[in-house]
């Protein structure tokens, strides 16, 4: 198995409001999962390493209290950007270490849109 | 930390040519090189990966060879088709369990006809 999935795939919100993203890997568990975010024509920027049962690891520079995670099962990990902003606005992705192609390949989701009014 | 150069950013070739995309990466103890292949809007897609115990890995008209001593590996694709019109993301890590991926910058490819 490598399908993963994200809900919603796209959302608007107001400036001040807060937005959960859903990450699932659908056929396969996954102990460890990423969240990336990527701007237009850029590349993927790592923001934090979910680990299930344990607290995230967030890269530096990269506001944890801001960016919230969870990985609260081996199937589902959640991105909550709180009091978002219109700098917030971004094309968010994670993705899912496991299935088919070995315990170190990352199978990605299809993205989130995010955009902050 | 681990760098990862990616050429050329841009690559337009005409359909049935092939195309070649190259990477660079610093940290000698990488051994793990997927690429990723994401289409507009999408997700990165898993389309070929190499890990440094072989030299060279084919799937169909997709290829990708690794030379351990430069710090170099290449995406290859033959008998391009418009459909292969993407951006393409070489990427390095050290391997195992949690191993973060470091990214190049792309190479979008356009397949024309």
């Known amino acids: 198995g490598a399908v993963v999935s994200q809900h919603p795939s796209r959302v608007i919100c107001k400036s001040g409001t807060s937005v959960k993203i859903e990450c699932r890997s659908l056929?396969?568990?996954?102990?460890?999962m990423f969240w990336y975010r990527q701007f237009p024509k850029q590349s993927l920027m790592l923001m934090a390493t979910s680990n299930e049962g344990s607290k995230a690891t967030y890269e530096q520079g990269v506001e944890k209290d801001k960016f919230l995670i969870n990985h609260a099962s081996l199937t589902l990990s959640t991105l909550t950007v709180t009091s978002a902003h219109p700098e917030d606005s971004s094309f968010y992705i994670c993705?899912?270490?496991?299935?088919?192609?070995?315990?170190?390949?990352?199978?990605f989701g299809p993205g989130t849109r995010l955009t902050v009014l | 930390g681990e760098n990862v150069e990616q050429h050329p950013s841009t690559l337009s070739v005409q359909e049935g040519d092939s195309a070649v995309i190259k990477c660079t990466y610093s940290d000698s103890a990488s051994n793990y090189f997927p690429w990723y292949k994401q289409e507009l809007g999408k997700g990165p897609q898993l389309i070929i990966d190499?890990?440094?115990?072989?030299g060279e890995k084919k799937d169909q008209r997709i290829a990708v060879t690794l030379n351990k001593t430069a710090k170099h590996f290449s995406l290859h694709i033959t008998e391009t088709q418009p459909e292969d019109s993407a951006v393409y993301f070489c990427a390095a890590s050290i391997g195992g369990t949690a191993s973060k991926l470091t990214f190049g910058t792309g190479t979008r490819l356009q397949v024309t006809l």
């Open positions: 056929d396969f568990q996954a102990t460890t």
């Open positions: 190499i890990r440094s115990n072989v």
């Open positions: 993705s899912a270490m496991g299935g088919q192609g070995g315990t170190d390949t990352q199978y």
